[in-house]
Nanobody, 115 residues
């Protein structure tokens, strides 16, 4: 059974940092690109970042460029976004996504940025 389990969300003040994790199981993690999306309350889902199979390339939404860094550890079946200089507008539920077949989603983890 394919599973993606996000963790690491929480409450942080503006300017703070968080590192999310997404552990994959039930499929060969190392052969699929991975992405992070987020959905803020009342807004459309937004693609935040993506990473290639070998980590050779990564892409970012303009809204997070220079603040977020996506990485992956194929030995641990895990993908991470390191999120720095967080802003209130980064508040959202963050989801990881495996670019495979019809796609695979995790359940999401809430990130709240507020003073």
């Amino acid at each position: 059974q394919v599973q993606l389990a996000e963790s690491g969300g929480g409450y942080v003040q503006p300017g703070g940092s968080l590192r999310l994790s997404c552990v994959a199981s039930g499929f060969t993690f190392s052969i699929y690109p991975m992405r992070w999306y987020r959905r803020a309350a009342g807004k459309e889902r937004e693609l935040v970042a993506g990473i290639s199979i070998t980590s050779a390339s990564a892409t970012y939404a303009d809204s997070v460029k220079g603040r977020f860094t996506i990485s992956r550890d194929n030995a641990k079946n895990t993908v991470y976004p390191q999120m720095n200089s967080l802003k209130p507008e980064d508040t959202a539920v963050y989801y990881c996504y495996a670019v495979r077949g019809a796609g695979s989603w995790g359940q999401g983890t809430q990130v709240t940025v507020s003073s």
